[in-house]
């Protein structure tokens, strides 16, 4: 069992090849944590790396002879407001008005396995054997209430996952204020933040700033995890790079408003805490009433960036996302957004797919437009039902067409939001989330339908079926073009308003878990106004998600880069798109498109019917390599080897497991004129292998040694007879006897 209980100095040790994690019982029963880091051998106590100490204006936590301190003590499942002066993990408001809170030890349960924690997404095993769990159960006595603190530690994987339950069962009524999914307490401050920060088109953008006493936070405050800050941090040490030094990755797998703070303290301990956001959060306990947080994944690594990326990227390609599309190729699509956006026919919606067809794509994907009088972005949402003056044979004669011109068809849906010039506005007005009397903010024009209740869910849900049982669709795109305001249900009491955020985005999973459960056949999309809810826990229903509105091939650069820090490639939407671009009107080559959207789910974004011959032609051949190496980009290794956010040019790499294969990419941004030599080194080959490379319609022999410690030269010359500004090329790399 990689999860010890050492009953003599009453320590837990969690540990697998690669990690240990050792919490202790603390002298007044709470729990503190000793390490967390690349594993120890294990011993019977590690009580010498308890620290506390009663320093000047410090508080003791017991009396005589208790000693401890818990201002600076490293602690599990820490509280404010009985002498730790940090923020802590759980507020907790009683009826008498106190938010003091002493959680001690009770029991706890070492067992194989995980146990799914639905209505809300997790990772899971597939065997008993790949994890085990221990269950950590606190007590409060005054409140008669437990919080179950749950690990996970997967046998090959170096991650621990963590979630809390509460449960009441004290006769008074108590509140959670906050409920964080965990807390991580750290001996120093020598790291730095790494987030992923961004906005609309620019989402994921790699930032890191230097830790410091006092706060520093991502948030979502907006009812959706956002493109503002994705829910996931990671410390790094100062000398890490993508290939070595030490990092921990923190992953919240939820979908909606979430916290994730940082703080050091003022004697350099640093306390990590993610969870839901609690200032759009307060939840109510009655007796026998229990309350589930999502879970935080976290994920070390002693071999830097890279490795902690590929461990996130193993769990959540296999043991997150799950159902027939986990481990299937994903079909080559064209979608007809920026082809026609809402204007169009049925008659030309087969002229592109035709076209479509004709050059090998697999999939043609209807977007927004199709439904009640949508011709603008001010009406139709909320009317899931053909609008037939474009499509007179309906989804179901539509779906069916493109099935007879030999491809699949799916179909977008943005079924959280209705504006108010639709019927299902006209007959439910009440239905949005919106406080009586006051301003109701609109955005796109449109409102958010109130998911807490489950009479909208249902109505949803049987538009959509309706929709669905009719026709021949095999894709949905999920979108979602705006974020919550005046977060507050028609039907919820005024006691239970604060539940309302959360509320909606369980009525969001029950949706998705309704749909997967009737249609588990159908591939899933997430998308939200691109990339703005790109996470963890839509991963769960969906296995990709659309990554960016943005499809400039040079931006997408750095999105998809930033994206690669927590996501399998297999989940990133990515596609070609017309030039001069829709967002920038910028023009790169259509080569370099494709270098750049085949490291995603790919597809196309355009009317194929408006290249020339050769273009199309190119086109084809995109497809025929795409199809012929889908399965090593979706499913191998992903290695970032030069950073879009650090200069002028940008390189990956994904090889096979057994690195008898792999395809490299080099991209750049400027054509650069008299420049210096350039060379690109690759990584995650084997050394003693003799590599057949060939790039720039050449082929020569190398051994990985080679390749990885003195490096391909690229020559300039060719980088500029492909176009110079933003050129591309790729690497493919076949191990050969
Ligand atoms: C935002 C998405 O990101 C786009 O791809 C497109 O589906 C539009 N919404 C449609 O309204």
């Known amino acids: 069992m990689p999860i010890i209980y050492h009953e003599a100095s009453k320590e837990f040790h969690l540990y697998n090849q690669q990690i240990s994690y050792i919490i202790e019982i603390m002298e007044n029963g709470q729990l503190g944590n000793l390490y967390y880091g690349k594993k120890v051998h294990d011993r019977v106590s590690f009580s010498y790396l308890h620290q506390d100490e009663a320093r000047p204006l410090g508080a003791l936590a017991g009396n005589a002879p208790c000693e401890l301190c818990l201002q600076y003590t490293r602690q599990e499942y820490p509280s404010y407001g009985t002498g730790d002066y940090r923020y802590g993990a759980c507020v907790i408001e009683q009826e008498n008005g106190s938010r003091i809170t002493d959680f001690k030890y009770a029991t706890h349960n070492i067992y194989e396995g995980k146990h799914k924690i639905e209505p809300l997404p997790a990772t899971y095993v597939e065997n008993k054997k790949e994890a085990t ?88 405050m907006r009812g959706a995890s956002s493109a503002e800050h994705n829910p996931f941090i990671a410390l790094k040490r100062r000398n890490t790079t993508e290939d070595t030094g030490e990092v921990m990755g923190f992953s919240l797998v939820y979908s909606g408003s979430f916290l994730g703070q940082v703080e050091v303290c003022s004697h350099d301990t640093t306390r990590v805490t993610m969870g839901i956001h609690p200032d759009t959060f307060s939840w109510k306990l009655n007796q026998n009433e229990s309350f589930q947080t999502p879970e935080m994944v976290m994920v070390y690594s002693d071999h830097g960036m890279n490795a902690m990326s590929q461990t996130f990227h193993e769990l959540y390609r296999t043991r997150l996302a799950r159902g027939y599309w986990r481990d299937r190729e994903r079909p080559i699509l064209l979608n007809n957004w920026e082809a026609t956006y809402m204007d169009f026919s049925e008659y030309e919606i087969l002229r592109i797919a035709s076209k479509a067809k004709e050059v090998g794509v697999e999939l043609f994907v209807l977007d927004d437009g199709w439904f009640g009088d949508r011709s603008d972005d001010d009406r139709g949402l909320g009317d899931w ?102 977060c507050y249900s028609r039907t919820a009491s005024p006691e239970e308003q604060g539940k309302v955020m959360h509320q909606y985005i369980l009525g969001v999973y029950d949706l998705y878990t309704r749909l997967t459960n009737k249609y588990p056949e159908i591939l899933f999309e997430s998308c939200s106004s691109g990339g703005a809810r790109f996470d963890p826990g839509m991963l769960y229903f969906a296995p990709q998600t659309w990554c960016s509105d943005d499809t400039d091939a040079s931006e997408r650069l750095k999105i998809q880069y930033g994206t690669s820090m927590v996501y399998p490639i297999s989940a990133i939407g990515a596609h070609v798109s017309a030039v001069p671009n829709h967002q920038l009107e910028r023009c790169t080559p259509l080569a370099t498109r494709a270098h750049v959207a085949f490291f995603g789910a790919f597809g196309y974004e355009l009317d194929l019917n408006k290249l020339t011959q050769e273009e199309l032609d190119q086109v084809r051949q995109q497809i025929d390599y795409y199809k012929c190496y889908r399965k090593l980009i979706q499913q191998g290794i992903f290695y970032r080897i030069k950073s879009p956010f650090a200069g002028n040019d940008t390189a990956w790499l994904v090889a096979a497991k057994d690195q008898s294969e792999a395809i490299a990419a080099y991209y750049q941004r400027m054509n650069l004129v008299n420049a210096g030599y350039l060379r690109l080194k690759l990584t995650g080959l084997c050394e003693e292998r003799l590599y057949e490379v060939t790039a720039f319609q050449h082929t020569e022999k190398y051994y990985g040694s080679e390749l990885m410690y003195a490096g391909i030269p690229i020559d300039r010359d060719k980088l500029t007879a492909q176009g110079g500004d933003f050129a591309s090329v790729l690497f493919h790399l076949k191990a050969v006897k």
């Open 133 to 220: 769990s221990i269950e950590i159960t606190l007590y409060d006595a005054v409140m008669d209430t437990e919080a179950v603190l749950t690990y996970t530690i997967y046998e090959e994987l170096s991650v621990i996952t963590r979630h809390v339950r509460f449960i009441h069962k004290g006769e008074s009524v108590i509140r959670l204020q906050t409920a964080m999914s965990a807390c991580v307490d750290l001996p120093d401050k020598e790291y730095d933040m790494l987030h992923l920060s961004g906005a609309w088109a620019r989402e994921r953008y790699v930032k890191t700033r230097k830790l410091e006493q006092g706060l520093q936070s991502i948030y979502s």
């Open 385 to 486: 039902y053909v609008n037939l003056k474009k499509l007179p044979n309906g989804i179901a004669g539509l779906s069916r067409n493109v099935e007879e011109l030999g491809m699949k068809f799916g179909i977008w849906i943005e079924p959280e939001m209705v504006n108010k010039n639709s019927d299902l506005y006209r007959a439910h007005p009440d239905w949005i989330l919106s406080v009586p009397e006051r301003y109701e903010t609109p955005s796109r024009q449109q409102h958010v339908l109130d998911y807490s209740r489950k009479e909208v869910v249902d109505a949803i849900f049987g538009m959509l079926d309706q929709m669905i049982s009719e026709s021949k669709i095999t894709y949905i795109k999920w979108d979602m073009n705006r974020y919550i305001t005046e």
